[in-house]
């Protein structure tokens, strides 16, 4: 009971990984996963309770132990098989796809535990005395599966190579089991054992979304057809940033352009201080280090692997002037001085990652204690009509400065088209900035951005259902 529980939790923990690069980081992928885990440990005790009356429970135990190991194995070959055909299903794509992969393993191993009840039940007298040992087995076994995940499988090792050693242990528990059971036949162990290898090769040769797997994201690094010698950061299946690391003044993506310029008319050359809330590939504190020397930059990235990663693989230099703070910036901000920026440029968004916390009117008046008299905070965020997402955004942030402009692509009659949209927010007039000459670029000024946010209520951190407002492309 303590080997079954403990493995359901460490694959349910596992799952948030596999499916990220699939259906995003969003409250509705853990849900699904807490939801399918649930089923299974629900169905799995009905059902393994009504078998166990009917079968022996020791010939029992070792097949729910065999057959819990080879599902185990299938769950990674289910996720990358239908992952990329549901990337964009939405909500139903998610629980679909969760509950494909984890209802059926989970209800097999949570047999276990009615099944050993009816192995240890022998005298009514002591029922109470052996229901609670078992049950404390079986809660100490999910305890250790999930700080043992947490804390050491997920930092260490990657996910598919994890998922594969947990099938294997629990088949080879099974048959180590079954080898003291005289009615398991030989056959039926031999047999496991051959499905144990397909399951383990078909792993092996499936195609990996990612060339490196960090404790947060699937990274991947793809050569820009648009640019020679400039290469583009991929988290999630997520175009993230565009770096050249021979020319770091190159800026690829629209948003970093629109951020760019907005820096730019802080001032004239002269150096700045500035705070970046997300790191990917470090485009604009290089990009900041290069056009403005003397500036100088922390960067807030909760991702060290991701770090080390742009370090490796990315030419990413860090120093005095360009900093690395490894941890959640709600957190890691507040060790920034009050007053200490010229420009605090939030760029955590991704593609199917939204990260609430850094939303809110609390975080936004952390912002404003960092920012020194006339800075500037830059938003980057994504959202597609009808645009709810960036309409609460913009009322938190009507809120919290006097001054608010918005670019992003829109249609020629004004309407937004959706994608990338860049905030720019200030408690001082903020220099006009020229996008126009771009397609399908506009600038919209404060009285442009009150009319789109209408009766939108701001953020605040008790009610920040971003999952919920933010709308994906079709």
């Given at each position: 009971?303590?080997?079954?529980?403990?493995?359901?939790?460490?694959?349910?923990?596992?799952?948030?990984?596999?499916?990220t690069?699939?259906?995003?980081?969003?409250?509705?992928?853990?849900?699904?996963?807490?939801?399918?885990?649930?089923?299974?440990?629900?169905?799995?005790?009905?059902?393994?309770?009504?078998?166990?009356?009917?079968?022996?429970?020791?010939?029992?135990?070792?097949?729910?132990?065999?057959?819990?190991?080879?599902?185990?194995?299938?769950?990674?070959p289910?996720?990358?098989?239908?992952?990329?055909?549901?990337?964009?299903?939405?909500?139903?794509?998610?629980?679909?796809?969760?509950?494909?992969?984890?209802?059926?393993?989970?209800?097999?191993?949570?047999?276990?535990?009615?099944?050993v009840?009816?192995?240890?039940?022998?005298?009514?007298?002591a029922?109470?005395?052996?229901?609670?040992?078992?049950?404390?087995?079986?809660?100490?076994?999910?305890?250790v599966?999930?700080?043992?995940?947490?804390?050491?499988?997920?930092?260490?090792?990657?996910?598919?190579?994890?998922?594969?050693?947990?099938?294997?242990?629990?088949?080879?528990?099974?048959?180590?089991?079954?080898?003291?059971?005289?009615?398991?036949?030989?056959?039926?162990?031999?047999?496991?054992?051959?499905?144990?290898?397909?399951?383990?090769?078909?792993?092996?040769?499936?195609?990996?979304?990612?060339?490196?797997?960090?404790?947060?994201?699937?990274?991947?690094?793809?050569?820009?057809?648009?640019?020679?010698?400039?290469?583009?950061?991929?988290?999630?299946?997520?175009?993230?940033?565009?770096?050249?690391?021979?020319?770091?003044?190159?800026?690829?993506?629209?948003?970093?352009?629109?951020?760019?310029?907005?820096?730019?008319?802080?001032?004239?050359?002269?150096?700045?201080?500035?705070?970046?809330?997300?790191?990917?590939?470090f485009?604009?504190?290089?990009?900041?280090?290069?056009?403005?020397?003397?500036?100088r930059?922390n960067?807030?990235?909760?991702?060290?692997?991701?770090?080390?990663?742009?370090?490796?693989?990315l030419?990413?230099?860090?120093?005095?002037?360009?900093?690395?703070?490894?941890?959640?910036?709600?957190?890691?901000?507040?060790?920034?001085?009050?007053?200490?920026?010229?420009?605090?440029?939030?760029?955590?968004?991704?593609?199917?990652?939204?990260?609430?916390?850094?939303?809110?009117?609390?975080?936004?008046?952390?912002?404003?204690?960092?920012?020194?008299?006339?800075?500037?905070?830059?938003?980057?965020?994504?959202?597609?009509?009808?645009?709810?997402?960036?309409?609460?955004?913009?009322?938190?942030?009507?809120r919290?400065?006097?001054?608010?402009?918005?670019?992003?692509?829109?249609?020629?009659?004004?309407?937004?088209?959706?994608?990338?949209?860049?905030?720019?927010?200030?408690?001082?007039?903020?220099?006009?900035?020229?996008?126009?000459?771009?397609?399908?670029?506009?600038?919209?000024?404060?009285?442009?951005?009150?009319?789109?946010?209408?009766?939108?209520?701001?953020?605040?951190?008790?009610?920040a259902?971003?999952?919920?407002?933010?709308?994906?492309?079709?």
């Amino acid at each position: 009971m303590f080997a079954a529980s403990g493995a359901v939790l460490v694959l349910e923990i596992l799952s948030v990984r596999l499916l990220t690069p699939y259906i995003g980081m969003t409250l509705e992928t853990t849900t699904s996963i807490i939801g399918a885990v649930l089923a299974g440990i629900s169905a799995g005790a009905a059902l393994g309770g009504r078998i166990a009356d009917r079968i022996n429970p020791r010939r029992l135990v070792v097949g729910l132990f065999v057959v819990g190991g080879l599902l185990v194995l299938t769950t990674v070959p289910i996720v990358r098989a239908l992952g990329p055909a549901v990337s964009e299903g939405g909500a139903v794509a998610a629980v679909g796809i969760t509950f494909a992969a984890l209802v059926p393993v989970a209800a097999v191993l949570s047999a276990v535990t009615p099944t050993v009840a009816r192995l240890q039940l022998h005298d009514l007298k002591a029922s109470g005395t052996i229901v609670g040992r078992l049950s404390g087995w079986a809660t100490a076994g999910a305890l250790v599966g999930t700080f043992i995940t947490g804390f050491v499988l997920v930092p260490l090792f990657p996910v598919g190579s994890t998922v594969l050693g947990i099938g294997i242990g629990l088949v080879v528990l099974g048959a180590a089991l079954g080898s003291q059971v005289q009615r398991v036949r030989l056959r039926m162990l031999a047999g496991s054992a051959l499905a144990t290898v397909l399951l383990a090769l078909l792993t092996a040769v499936q195609h990996h979304p990612c060339a490196t797997e960090t404790e947060y994201h699937c990274v991947q690094v793809v050569a820009d057809s648009a640019h020679a010698g400039s290469r583009i950061l991929v988290l999630d299946r997520g175009y993230n940033s565009d770096v050249d690391t021979r020319d770091p003044s190159y800026l690829g993506f629209n948003y970093e352009k629109w951020i760019s310029g907005a820096i730019d008319g802080l001032s004239s050359r002269a150096p700045l201080d500035a705070v970046f809330v997300g790191g990917g590939a470090f485009t604009l504190p290089r990009w900041l280090e290069a056009t403005r020397p003397g500036s100088r930059s922390n960067v807030l990235e909760v991702d060290g692997q991701l770090v080390t990663f742009d370090r490796q693989r990315l030419g990413l230099r860090t120093s005095a002037d360009l900093r690395a703070s490894v941890g959640d910036a709600r957190l890691t901000i507040q060790s920034e001085p009050s007053h200490s920026a010229d420009v605090v440029v939030g760029d955590a968004f991704s593609a199917r990652t939204v990260p609430w916390q850094l939303m809110t009117s609390e975080w936004l008046q952390e912002v404003r204690r960092v920012l020194k008299p006339g800075g500037i905070y830059a938003l980057n965020m994504i959202d597609f009509p009808p645009l709810r997402l960036l309409r609460a955004e913009a009322a938190t942030l009507l809120r919290e400065f006097s001054n608010l402009r918005l670019i992003t692509f829109a249609e020629p009659s004004g309407r937004i088209a959706g994608g990338n949209e860049v905030l720019i927010a200030s408690n001082r007039p903020i220099a006009p900035q020229v996008v126009e000459t771009q397609t399908g670029v506009r600038s919209f000024e404060r009285a442009a951005v009150e009319r789109l946010v209408g009766s939108s209520q701001p953020l605040r951190d008790d009610y920040a259902p971003v999952d919920q407002l933010e709308t994906r492309p079709n």
